[in-house]
């Protein structure tokens, strides 16, 4: 079954309807999620209309409809990828059976960590974003802004199907306490770090939908390819709903960037380091922003555990949790035999060392994670590159600021050379915005809710959503 059925109380395509008491412990988990969208979700906009997509299939193509919603009226649902007939599991010692539709009974707690994991990080990005509502730079920002939170919402609800249909009374237990950790909070904070930490401000929520999100789409794709079908059918789709979040960041700082350059070229401003002269302009400096790419990237690289884990050796033997793209990868996928190049800090440097290649696995996907974020690199510079600016922005060294792995007991700088604490507390300012950079960055967040209007630190984007033309009303303010 691929169409969702919208006529239920929660719409899906998994045939709610004929198991009784999957229905029963979804209906009786909805209202408390209504409760925390409401008390811990965004601030403000509750009864405003706002043009959303829906997901109404799961095909790759046609999946979504757009129209306005009051955010506590969206349809989260359950969706999953279809079924793929015959699929056999690709990776570990489980290599070659039939994948799993139940989950074994040796791997259910490691299992459910995994997806407790994932699913912690769901809420906890809504509510790190909760009060951004407030701040919008644009109707436009305003609205991709609640798509990502509803979408991120929707993600909780799928992994909490699979905690309420496969886990028992554990699972709603778990259910449960996905509702009642909160982000930031001192006694019952969030599992993660980096969902801890607060996005007070617009650029910090392009960087967070750039670089964290970017964790999202490599961790779900890392659990697609799981031998647990439900699993890796719900991330599957999971993953086109991802897209859309680090298109989000990706092009939000991208029209930043933009912004500086227009403001800097109209201006004759041609020295990148003389940030009084862009914030003059009410712009952002690129230094500033080079300091924020520092700090969101390093603190999302922690996400991925650390380099050499047994955890993840575990759950890629146990067939649970692959590697990026697992099966396009050209190798046995059991890895007994293969070692992996990890960087290592040794004799007071980093080095590469070859390492067992099934203990290196979070290693590898923070590699791929990397790539990828260079990727993204490029598109940023090529924007100061058509603006005829001697600047680029990059990405820090791996070892910088890092809390978990290989790195977390040495201090290092973004070029990677490590210094002692003393001299890296000295000189932190340099890579890390001061208080007085980010009390600016929030002098900036004042709202802007004309249609087709922008606020002076970013530039408008270069389409409409849907295809809607530039002053469309993205958000219907309640009055
Ligand atoms: N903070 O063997 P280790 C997303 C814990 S983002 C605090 O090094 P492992 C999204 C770890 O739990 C993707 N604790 O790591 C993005 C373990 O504790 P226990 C989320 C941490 O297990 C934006 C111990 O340290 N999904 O979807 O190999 C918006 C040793 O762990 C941290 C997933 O992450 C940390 N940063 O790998 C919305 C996928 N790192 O159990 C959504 C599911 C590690 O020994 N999770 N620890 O007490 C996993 O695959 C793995 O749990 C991890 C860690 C990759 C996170």
Excluded at 456 to 475: C, K, L, M, T
């Amino acid at each position: 079954m691929s169409e969702v059925d919208y006529t239920a109380l929660i719409p899906n395509n998994v045939d709610l309807a004929s198991d009784a008491q999957l229905k029963r412990a979804l209906e009786a988990w909805y209202p408390k999620y209504i409760d925390w969208w409401k008390n811990k979700g965004p601030v403000g906009f509750q009864d405003s209309e706002v043009y959303l997509r829906t997901a109404v299939g799961v095909d790759a193509e046609g999946w979504a409809k757009f129209g306005y919603v009051k955010m506590p009226e969206y349809r989260w649902g359950i969706l999953l990828a279809p079924k793929e007939e015959g699929r056999t599991i690709a990776f570990g010692q489980h290599k070659g059976e039939p994948v799993w539709q139940e989950v074994p009974g040796e791997y259910r707690a490691m299992l459910r960590r995994l997806i407790v994991i994932q699913g912690d990080t769901e809420p906890a990005s809504v509510e790190q974003q909760r009060f951004l509502g407030q701040t919008a730079p644009s109707l436009y920002d305003m609205r991709n802004l609640f798509q990502v939170n509803v979408e991120e919402g929707r993600h909780l609800w799928a992994m909490v199907y699979l905690l309420q249909k496969y886990f028992g009374r554990d699972g709603r237990e778990e259910a449960e306490d996905l509702l009642k950790r909160t982000s930031g909070d001192a006694d019952k904070p969030r599992i993660l770090g980096a969902f801890n930490e607060a996005t007070p401000d617009w650029l910090s929520f392009f960087m967070f939908t750039t670089f964290t999100d970017r964790d999202g789409k490599m961790q779900l794709e890392s659990l697609a390819s799981s031998g647990f079908d439900p699993l890796a059918r719900t991330t599957r789709f999971m993953l086109t709903e991802e897209g859309h979040h680090m298109f989000v960041g990706r092009t939000g700082v991208e029209r930043v960037i933009q912004q500086t350059c227009e403001v800097m070229t109209e201006n004759g401003i041609t020295d990148p380091t003389d940030k009084e002269a862009v914030r003059k302009h009410g712009a952002i400096d690129l230094a500033t922003m080079q300091k924020k790419i520092n700090f969101h990237y390093s603190v999302t690289l922690d996400l991925f555990g650390a380099e050499i884990s047994t955890n993840a050796a575990n759950s890629f033997n146990a067939g649970l949790k692959g590697r990026f793209r697992e099966s396009k990868i050209d190798d046995d996928h059991q890895l007994e035999n293969d070692t992996y190049p990890v960087a290592r800090v040794v004799d007071g440097e980093v080095q590469i060392v070859d390492t067992p290649a099934l203990s290196a696995i979070n290693a590898r996907l923070c590699d791929d994670y990397m790539d990828d974020c260079e990727k993204v690199m490029k598109r940023w510079n090529r924007v100061l590159q058509t603006h005829g600016l001697d600047y680029s922005l990059s990405l820090p060294h791996r070892a910088f600021r890092r809390a978990v792995g290989e790195f977390s007991d040495v201090y290092a700088t973004v070029a990677g050379e490590i210094v002692s604490e003393t001299e890296w507390h000295e000189r932190k300012d340099e890579w890390l915005a001061s208080d007085a950079d980010l009390e600016y960055i929030l002098s900036l967040m004042q709202s802007e809710t004309s249609p087709g209007k922008y606020a002076s630190w970013i530039a408008a984007p270069r389409a409409g959503i849907n295809g809607q033309p530039g002053d469309f009303e993205y958000v219907k303010l309640a009055a």
